[in-house]
């Protein structure tokens, strides 16, 4: 089993739309969550970080993360065409002190 | 703030020959800064780490000989493909931290640069 694991999509969906990105883990050490976004041919952009579990809001976007469950999600509402990339979820934790990266979900929001 | 740069963006070289490049922090400091390859549809795979003054670790499988890192100043690493064969083709990026590079700190990526080996 990887050790964080990412649904590739693609994901379409229309303008306004709720999109929901998820990730799954098994590294129970991990604490530090984060949500990258990928423009093509782009480098990661950070959107979101928390820690450990519990929500985070920030406009738009909520990042919700699962301990228990091993599970982080990133919402987005109002979805607009400008979001449409490729959202990859990381973390790190424990004795792995490096970001550990999801494949990264491709997300087109059509107009 | 926090933003990093990259040069080139992208460069296309021979079979065999080096490639530098170049990863800049304007305008923080960057204790730390990484190295990442992504392969198309795939994930980022570090590379390396590197610490400012000190020499880089590098993750197992990624060849230290074939791969320099430099990081000579705190807003300053680069990169040396040497002898680049057409299997190095990949997107490279870097990225940098203000911190010791720990489990906490956010790292600050650049836009990448894409290499093609012919």
């Known amino acids: 089993q990887k050790e964080v694991e990412q649904d590739p999509g693609p994901l379409s969906v229309p303008e306004g739309a709720i999109v929901s990105l998820n990730c799954t883990y098994s590294n129970s050490a991990f604490q530090y969550f984060m949500w990258y976004r990928q423009y093509s041919r782009k480098g990661p952009e950070l959107l979101m970080y928390t820690y450990s579990s519990g929500n985070k809001e920030d406009g738009r976007f909520t990042a919700q993360v699962d301990k228990s469950s091993k599970y982080i999600s990133l919402f987005i509402r109002d979805s607009q065409p400008s979001d449409s990339a490729t959202y990859l979820c990381?973390?790190?934790?424990?004795?792995?002190?490096?970001?550990?990266f999801g494949k990264g979900t491709k997300l087109s929001v059509k107009p | 703030g926090a933003v990093v740069s990259q040069h080139p963006s992208r460069v296309i070289c021979k079979s065999g020959t080096s490639v530098k490049i170049e990863c800049r922090s304007l305008d923080f400091q960057a204790t730390t800064m990484f190295w990442y390859r992504q392969f198309p549809k795939q994930s980022l795979m570090l590379m390396a780490t590197?610490?400012?003054?000190?020499?880089?670790?590098?993750e197992q499988g990624v060849e230290k000989d074939k791969f320099l890192i430099n990081h000579a100043s705190l807003t300053l690493s680069t990169l040396t493909v040497t002898s680049a064969h057409p299997e190095d083709s990949s997107f490279y990026i870097c990225s940098a931290s203000h911190g010791g590079g720990g489990i906490s700190d956010t790292q600050y990526f650049g836009p990448g640069t894409r290499l093609t080996v012919l």
């Open positions: 590197s610490n400012e003054g000190s020499k880089a670790t590098y």
């Open positions: 990381a973390m790190s934790g424990g004795s792995q002190g490096n970001l550990i």
